[in-house]
């Protein structure tokens, strides 16, 4: 309830929110089953794919990948947000057989008609698994590890919420946003897609008021225990 009076407030935009608990089946979800363009946050699951590639004994870290090693590879992606590393990993894998890996977890939304869109609810639920026995204890540290090195673009995350573990996408027209949040002993997977409606240029400011208010709010009430 107190979600929808925050998006009341933004009448301008179109959202799309997921919040999901680690340890039961505690879900909120508003427009969440929407896919969303999801702009540089599909490198997670990009990133997802390539660490259980390192849990099966089919990689390591020190795999080439063009020339590169697949921890630096890793690493330009999801903490510079580096689009040559994300695309390089792309086609080193393949999006059908990432595509194929994600189904049986119930994330069906990646790259929906070759187009690069994912759904809030499939975002949070990614990550939501990937720390939940996806992927192997160390791979998933891994991964929480450097998305708390990860940069946030033209948005600036409140003070409380800097260090977490998240990964940002934006373009002209939306900005995502998914991370994890944490709160007496408690973990919480969040994913917040916002653009106008009208499809016009987004005003960043007006997303970064957005994203910290919704946060705070997930914070201080959703999970409150």
């Not at 089953?33 to 990133?47: E, G, I, R, Y």
């Not at 939306?174 to 969040?190: A, T």
């Amino acid at each position: 309830q107190n979600l929808s009076i925050i998006l009341s407030q933004y009448p301008s935009l179109e959202n799309g929110i997921s919040v999901q608990s680690y340890s039961d089946s505690v879900q909120v979800n508003i427009n969440a089953d929407t896919n969303f363009d999801a702009a540089s946050t599909n490198k997670l699951p990009v990133a997802v794919y390539a660490l259980q590639k390192i849990d099966q004994g089919e990689l390591s870290f020190d795999s080439s990948i063009y020339g590169t090693s697949l921890k630096d590879t890793l690493e330009s992606m999801i903490i510079q947000s580096d689009n040559q590393a994300w695309e390089n990993l792309l086609t080193y894998f393949g999006i059908q057989n990432i595509k194929e890996y994600l189904a049986p977890l119930g994330v069906t939304s990646f790259y929906n008609n070759d187009q690069n869109v994912i759904s809030p609810q499939d975002a949070a639920k990614l990550i939501r698994l990937s720390q939940n026995g996806a992927l192997g204890k160390n791979t998933a540290e891994y991964l929480e590890n450097i998305m708390s090195q990860s940069i946030t673009g033209p948005v600036s995350l409140a003070t409380e919420f800097a260090n977490m573990p998240k990964k940002a996408g934006w373009l002209d027209t939306n900005y995502n946003f998914v991370g994890i949040i944490y709160k007496d002993n408690k973990k919480f997977s969040v994913a917040i897609y916002t653009k106008n409606k009208d499809g016009s240029e987004l005003d960043y400011q007006i997303a970064q008021d957005f994203i910290n208010t919704i946060l705070v709010q997930i914070n201080a009430s959703i999970i409150a225990p």
